[in-house]
């Protein structure tokens, strides 16, 4: 078990890293990034008649609860990749979050119920001398 003062520690730095991310982006990007190869549509390219395709990016994403598939330009390519690089970390890093506050919450339950544990004990050891001392 990791000393709870040091969840706290790593908890600070992980809300400083979203933080940061989230502050300091020019946006995140919810969506995926993907090469795919498909044929253009004109009769007179050789995509048509042979089993040459085009390569587009298309970034695939959610919108008003569909899922919305669009090609990138290759001009605009690594700046998106890059948004839904960012997109991707944050919500890693929020998971983190989440799951050492779990951690750190049922630390911090253990060694409450330890001290009120102990703190009974005392209270129930005076009041036996307590008694023994009225007879």
């Avoid at 498909?38 to 995509?47: I, N």
């Avoid at 991707?88 to 799951?99: D, N, P, S, V, Y």
Wanted: aromatic residues 4%; hydrophobic residues 35%; positive net charge.
């Amino acid at each position: 078990m990791i000393d709870p003062t040091e969840k706290v520690r790593t908890l600070q730095q992980k809300v400083q890293d979203l933080l940061q991310v989230v502050e300091h982006g020019e946006g995140l990007v919810a969506g995926s990034l993907y090469a795919a190869r498909t044929r253009c549509g004109r009769q007179a390219c050789k995509c048509m008649t042979s089993d040459y395709r085009h390569m587009n990016r298309c970034l695939s994403f959610t919108q008003w609860g569909k899922s919305r598939t669009r090609t990138i330009p290759d001009a605009l390519a690594e700046d998106i990749r890059a948004k839904t690089n960012a997109y991707r970390h944050a919500r890693t890093t929020r998971q983190t979050i989440a799951r050492i506050v779990a951690e750190l919450l049922k630390d911090i339950d253990n060694l409450i119920a330890g001290v009120a544990r102990n703190g009974q004990r005392k209270m129930l050891a005076a009041l036996t001398e307590a008694r023994k001392g009225k007879k």
